[in-house]
Every structure is written in C-alpha cells, then in structure tokens.
C-alpha cells in the first residue's frame, strides 16, 4: 500500500478506467528522484486487469535505438502478424527479429501505433515506460508518437521523468506532479522502515531532513545505527546513505572542481544552510562563496537570501559520505573555529577529533551541564555519553557514562539509560559511593519492570556498604526500597524513615501524612526534578481528598512532561490526572486519560504500572456500567500481577468489578470481589480508606443480600479509621453506611447529608420512597438519574428508572442527551468527522464514538445524513427524535 497518495492513484487509475471504456489518454507522472514515481507506476501495473506493456529506461543503455521498445513489446511480439505487412517489417527489422533494408523511424512509429490499436480491439491496453529521461532516443520518439495518439484509441499511455529531465516533448503531455510526502504519511512510512523502532524526537529529525521524499526518508531511515533509531545516541552528521543514493548523486558531485567538492562537506557538515557560518569556514580555507557556483550549474545546492539549500535531501548525505574521513574531520575542525554558539561548536569538535581528546571532551561536558540546567536531559545524556567516549581516563569515562544514564533515565529513555548503565558499571565497580548511584538507577529500571525483588536487594546491599561513608545517601537508598512496598500493597510503617514518605505515612494511616504529601507537592513544584515523583505525591493527595492541591500539581507536572519529551515519566502523571478527574466528575477526560497513560505504559514496557493503569480503567468502566470493557481491564490487570508477584492492580480491579456487579445488582459477586480487595488491603497493613474506596460498596452488598451484621463490622472499621479526621467525603461516606443500616428516620436526616458520593441521590431517594416519602422520594431519584445521565453510568441510569416506575413517576425525557453527547451531535451534523470533533473537544476518538452511538439510540437515527437532518430544525436545542418529525 503506498501511503499519502491518493489523489495520484486515484487519476491513475480513472486514466485506466477510461480507456477501458473507449477513451483512451495518456499523462507524464513528474517528480524529483525517490518522489514514488516508480511506486506508483508498480502498484498501477498490479491493480490493472488490462493488458499491460513494460519499459523502463537504463542509463547504461540509453545509446542502444529501440532497446526500450523491444523490452515494450516483447509480450506481444506474436502479434505482429496482425499489423500491415509493411509496418510488419518495419517492426521486426527495428527490433532486430529480423534484417532488411535500413530502418525507417517514422515507419516503426505507424507500426508500433496500429499494433497498439489492434491489440485495443480486444480489451484495454496500458503502456507504463518509467525512467523516460533513460530512454533510448528512438524508442522515446516512439512512444511519445503513441502518447499524443492515446486519446484515439483504446490506450492508456503512463510515462515518468524526474523534473529535470522533462524535455520539451514530455512537457506538452498532460502531468501527474508528484509532491511531497505529508508530514502524517512520511510519519507513517517510517514507522513501517524502522519496524516501529523509531523514536518520536528521531522521527521528527528525519521528517524534517527529508523534506517528504520517499527514497529520503527511506535511505535516512536505513543509514541510521539501532542506537540512533531509538534515540540513544545523536545523529550529528549527514547520515550514510545506500549505494542507489550514491550512485545517483556522486557522478555529479564528482564532476566538480576540488574547491566545489570542498565547499559542498563544509556546507553539509554544517548542517543548518547557515551562509554566513558557511562563508566563514571557506574564508579559513582561502575560498569564498563564488565556488558553489559549479555546483548551483549541476542543480546540485543553492544560495538563497541566507540560507544554502541542497536541492535534494540526500544530496547532503551523498557530499558527506563520499568525502574522506581526514576531509570530514577538516570540516568540522573549521566550522568548529568560526562556530559562535557553544553547544553546536562542541559538536563539531566532537566530530573533528580521534579519541581521547581531552578538550573536546570537556567542551561536551560543559553541553550536558548546560542542557542539564535547562531541563533537556536527553541532550544532555547524548553529550555527556560522547564525552565518555572522548575521555582519556578510565575513572572519567566511568563516571560520565553515568552522569549520561542518569540523565537519559530522567529525560524518559528507558533503553538508552540502560545501555549506558551497562557502559558505566565495570569502570567504577571499586567505588562504592559512585556505584551506590549506579545501584539506584539500576532499581529504578528494574522496578519499572516488575523486578522488584533484585531491586530492594541491590538498594539494601548497597546501603550497608555505604553507611558508614555516607549515611544520608545510605537513607536514599533504603527509602527507595520502599517504592516495592505500594505495589505489594503493604504499609511497612516500622521501616526506617518511612514516616517522612507521604505515600508509604498515607498506606499505614499516618495522620500526618496529609501535612507530609502537602509540603510535598509544594516542594516538587519548587524543584525542577518534581515532575518525576507523582507516584508519592500526586496519588497521596488524592486518597486524602486533596483535590486542589493535587490538581495544581499533576497539571503542573503533565505540562512539563508533555513540553519536555519525558515519554516514560507522562504516564505516571497521566494516570492519576484522570483518577483525580474520575473523583470529582469528569469521566470522559478521565477515561481519555487513563486510556492514554495505559498505551504509554505499553509503548515503554513498564509492566507494573501498565498493570495499575488496567485495573484504573476497569473500575472507570465498572461505574460507567461498561461490563465486559471492565472485566477485560481486570483480567489484564490480574494478569500483570500474577507476572510481577505484586498485589496492587489486582486489589483496584476486584474493587472494580465489585461495584458494576454492586450495578448489576448481584450482590453475592459483589462481596466476593470487594472481599477480596479488602483481605489484599488489610493483609498488607494498608488502613487509608480513601485508597480503594471500597467500604460503601461492600456495605451495601452486603445489606442487600441480609447480611447485615457482617455490613455493621464493616460500617464499625470505617468509622475508627475516619474518626477524627478533617475529610468531609470520607465522614459522608461514614454517614452513608451506617444511614444505609438503621432504620429510624433521622438515618434518612443522615444519608442527606452524605452529599458526596456518587449514588447518594439514588440511596436516598429508594429509602424515602421505602419510608413512604413518595414526593420526596421522586425529587432525589430525578437529580440522581440527571447526575447519572450526564456521567454516561449506564447500570445506574437503569436502576433510577427502576425505582422511578415503582412509585408510577413519569420517565420525563429519558432519552434526553447529555451535555458532551449534545457537543459531539451538533460537531457531527455539522459535517465533521470522528477525529475532528476529538480534536475540538480534547478528547479521545473512542470517546466520541461512544457518545455517537448513544446519540443514534437516543434520536433514533442510523446515519451521520439522519443526524443532519433531525438536527437541522433545532440547531440550538435539543431535537426530537427521528420518527417524531413532521413528514
């Protein structure tokens, strides 16, 4: 499948499909070398159930009268006979079948033109020459003489020529120009080349390098090494390209004066067409600009305004490349002189010098710290990791290759950081200090991979031999062996110095860690690294109801993450963005950005986490009444724990499918889930309620399935853990359980004011109308299925109706649309697609496509032509449905 040219197939295939229909024509497919000419002119040649002839010109045979021709015909040859005798002859004796009298052009031309026609009588005809500009000069002056005839016949003519090579004959055809590649398409072309192998900020590098072309992008794609594909080492000069590059390039580049050859590396090993870097390097070299001029004659490069521009991406890497090493490092070592801006200067440096090299070493060193400052840890990793290289001392490259994996692990490189790790261990493997951060690194790498057991062993280990030495980084480590801790679900309060934690102080009860994750989050904001710590700040202020506070931090974090390239790190801020969105009311955002944090999660092989991210969805989908997405989202949690040995998303997804079978009314499948969440919780010593948020649920399965005694236990452990303390959402949900057990009127006075929790309104309005509350009883089921109804929870819309029929109140518009679907209808019947209402609503396009569904069952409709047309009498109000419109 070629990607991004449909209009170019689509007239391609319409030029067949005429002529198969009696009207023959003919077009010149026109562009630059690598375009996709030749691919193009393939895919027609496969997808055409014509009769199809063949040429394509070679350089090497271009003196060769009627090559091309004969290689055209030679399918056909056995029907010669069907032509005039004369023209017979005429063909043969041109195509070499046989020898006669010499050899007339203008009668080969007739003949290869009534031999064409002939064969039309019988179907369709499709000629295809490629490489006209290759041609041999009779054969093209015969198929020029067929292409100005095509329209006559039943001949469908399709020629190729790169643009310089359109002569004034191919220019009167009609032309098919073949542009650019879209930035979406050249994006998607090497996704497919690299085997999807490519980093993000790499494939923006070569979208750019190549300006669209095909062979470009391709030919970059192929010369970059596996390192430079995934972004762990710079690309800092023009990239090796393949021998069919070369060739088409270096007969030209060869041609040139030595000067021009030499004005061509320093122009392509600078990189950016900057002129006046460019002219300066050639005044240390006693030349000036005048000696591009052999090149700008061979439409090799050009000057304009201030700027060199080479006319095709890979003329940049084919100078490069053919020049020799020694004249590459001359290059550098010039611009590198005359070079103003530090961190390009050390780059060139860099790439002048054979290791070790001591200045350019600390000319790269002085790039990282610099990068580093700024928060551009990738930079900073890749000039620091060539410093390592560059360095002329064991202990230096050592610690350089470290300083370099700590920063790729920052800027969210999980390969790069271990690659260079790997690098840095033999080199400072007797001393403990350094390698004590080494070791942290390492269990950060390793945690995220689920290995947490190898993990807290290496930390502890080191730990011990540096206590003596260093006791507060011997702290460090050991409060990092804490991280294992939250995902076993254990809350690990005698551990040294975990009370200064705030995740492991909210897990254990702590009543201080409300004031700990606080100062926290204020620190982290403060701190330009804070970013990288939302798992012990961001998930403890939202257990304990700190929404502002952690709104303000992970929307801070996810910006400089987002603006900073930290792909590893996003989905950790991702992920409890969308639970704190989930916790005050925002479902669509939230499931957009769970969703978005789990393929994260996939995308960089962080297992543990992308476990997390599941057992999250499962429970958004549980209370959206979305069953079989939430049990998938279980199972998939379950599945990662059972791979890790760890407990947390299996806890999340039992509380989740807890609550769609609490929805479903199920209430024994009900208590066995949220039993389980609760024995995983309880086994570990985790006592923040606010955690799993589980006890209402548990509660009310169990009254319903009268167990009430087991509901008062359950009730009873709430109440002492929320007792005293300033939580307004976990003293309502208090209030709920114990008004859900007692049933004395002033229960009811209690439920009101559990204002808070998502079914209060339905919990409150089914014990009014139990209480024969019936007004009263009906006012709260309608806020609850208005509230229901704008969160998309399905289940619960349900059993509000249910409980609305069985006090005989009228379902007022229960198909009424919510505010987002009326959003996506009115974007939809104005015309616009899926991804274009995503886009202008900032969320997901299955989001969209849930709500359009939605909107089809609530109007009626089965088309996007039904929707326009149901909307098009109310556009600013919501309409009626389909089948109650006047006809």
């Known amino acids: 499948m070629i990607l991004g040219r449909d209009r170019e197939r689509s007239t391609l295939l319409g030029l067949v499909a005429a002529a198969r229909d009696g009207l023959g024509g003919s077009v010149i497919v026109r562009g630059a070398l690598g375009i996709g000419k030749t691919a193009l002119l393939d895919e027609l040649l496969t997808a055409t159930e014509a009769t199809t002839l063949y040429a394509c010109g070679h350089e090497w045979e271009a003196d060769l009268p009627y090559a091309a021709l004969g290689d055209l015909l030679h399918p056909v040859l056995d029907h010669i006979d069907r032509v005039p005798a004369p ?28 031999l064409l026609r002939t064969l039309a009588a019988d179907g369709c005809v499709l000629v295809v020459a490629d490489d006209l500009q290759w041609i041999d000069t009779a054969s093209r002056e015969v198929l020029m003489y067929v292409a100005r005839r095509a329209s006559q016949m039943r001949v469908a003519f399709v020629g190729a020529a790169r643009d310089e090579e359109m002569t004034p004959a191919l220019a009167a055809l009609p032309t098919l120009e073949v542009g650019p590649l879209a930035a979406k398409a050249a994006e998607m072309l090497l996704d497919v080349r690299s085997s999807g192998k490519l980093a993000a900020s790499v494939m923006e590098t070569l979208v750019g390098l190549a300006g669209g072309n095909p062979l470009a992008l391709q030919q970059l794609c192929d010369g970059l090494s596996a390192q430079q594909l995934a972004g762990q080492t710079p690309i800092v000069a023009p990239i090796n390209v393949s021998t069919e590059a070369v060739l088409a390039f270096r007969r030209r580049i060869d041609e040139l004066p030595e000067t021009a050859r030499q004005a061509l590396l320093i122009a392509a090993a600078e990189g950016r067409g900057r002129v006046d870097r460019v002219v300066a390097a050639l005044a240390r070299c006693d030349l000036d600009a005048a000696v591009f001029e052999p090149a700008e004659r061979q439409g090799l490069i050009s000057i304009v305004g201030d700027t060199v521009q080479f006319h095709h991406p890979l003329v940049r890497s084919v100078a490069y490349q053919t020049a020799t090493p020694t004249a590459r490092r001359a290059a550098h070592a010039t611009l590198a002189d005359v070079e103003t801006d530090p961190d390009r200067r050390a780059w060139h440096l860099s790439a002048a010098v054979v290791p070790p090299d001591s200045a350019a070493c600390a000319a790269l060193v002085d790039l990282g710290t610099r990068a580093l400052a700024r928060g551009a840890d990738i930079t900073a990793a890749l000039a620091l990791a060539r410093a390592a290289e560059l360095a002329d001392e064991t202990d230096g490259r050592g610690a350089l290759y470290a300083k370099a994996a700590r920063a790729a692990n920052r800027g969210g490189d999980v390969p790069m950081a271990t690659r260079l790790l790997e690098l840095a261990r033999p080199l400072i493997a007797d001393r403990p200090v350094e390698r004590s951060d080494l070791v942290l690194l390492d269990a950060d790498l390793r945690m995220r991979a689920g290995d947490f057991e190898v993990a807290s062993r290496g930390l502890t280990q080191a730990a011990e031999e540096v206590a003596d030495v260093d006791r507060r980084r011997a702290r460090t480590l050991l409060l990092f062996a804490a991280k294992s801790h939250v995902y076993k679900m254990e809350g690990a309060v005698d551990v040294l110095e975990l009370s200064s934690l705030a995740m492991t102080q909210t897990m254990a009860g702590d009543p201080r860690a409300t004031a700990t994750a606080l100062a926290a989050a204020d620190e982290g904001i403060a701190s330009r690294r804070g970013h990288l710590h939302t798992l012990g700040i961001a998930w403890p202020l939202i257990w304990l109801e700190q929404y502002d506070a952690a709104r303000d931090f992970v929307t801070w974090a996810v910006h400089v993450q987002r603006e900073g390239g930290y792909h590893s790190f996003l989905p950790q801020s991702l992920l409890p963005e969308a639970e704190l969105d989930f916790r005050t009311g925002h479902w669509e955002r939230a499931l957009a950005g769970a ?10 092989g962080q297992t543990v986490d992308g476990a997390i991210a599941a057992s999250t969805l499962a429970r958004f989908e549980a209370a959206r009444g979305h069953g079989s997405a939430c049990l998938e989202h279980a199972r998939r ?84 853990q929320v007792s005293g303390a300033d939580r307004p959402e976990l003293l309502a949900t208090a209030l709920r359980c114990h008004s859900l057990l007692s049933p004395e009127p002033e229960a009811l006075d209690a439920l009101a004011e559990a204002l808070t929790h998502l079914d209060r309104e339905l919990c409150l309005g089914t014990r009014l109308r139990g209480a024969g509350m019936v007004d009263d009883g009906r006012r709260h089921l309608t806020l609850a299925l208005d509230l229901f109804a704008s969160l998309g929870a399905r289940l619960w819309i349900d059993l509000t109706r249910a409980e609305l029929r069985a006090i005989g109140a009228p379902l007022i ?75």
């Open 87 to 114: 023209q017979a002859r005429a063909l043969r004796n041109a195509l070499g079948v046989e020898a006669s009298a010499a050899i007339d052009p203008v009668a080969v031309e007739v003949a290869t033109a009534t």
């Open 595 to 604: 969703s978005e944090a789990a393929q994260l999660y996939e995308e960089t």
């Open 637 to 720: 949690a379950l599945d990662g724990d059972r791979a890790s040995g760890l407990l947390a998303a299996t806890a999340f997804a039992e509380a989740g499918v807890g609550h769609l079978e609490l929805a479903r009314q199920r209430f024994d499948q009900a208590i066995e889930h949220l039993a389980k969440a609760a024995a995983i919780a309880g086994g570990g010593g985790v006592c923040e309620p606010g955690l799993l948020q589980l006890h209402p649920d548990l509660v009310e399965s169990l009254v319903r399935a009268g167990r009430e005694p087991e509901a008062r236990a359950v009730a009873g452990e709430l109440t002492e």
């Open 813 to 887: 518009a229960p198909d009424r649309l919510t505010r987002r679907e009326e959003q996506v209808a009115r974007l939809v019947a104005g015309g616009a697609s899926n991804r274009d209402v995503a886009d202008s609503l900032y969320v997901n396009p299955k989001t969209v496509e849930y709500h359009l569904v939605n909107v089809y069952r609530k109007l009626g409709v089965r088309t996007r032509t039904e929707l326009a047309l149901v909307w098009r009498d109310a556009p600013e109000s919501p309409p009626r449905r389909l089948d109650q419109l006047p006809t």
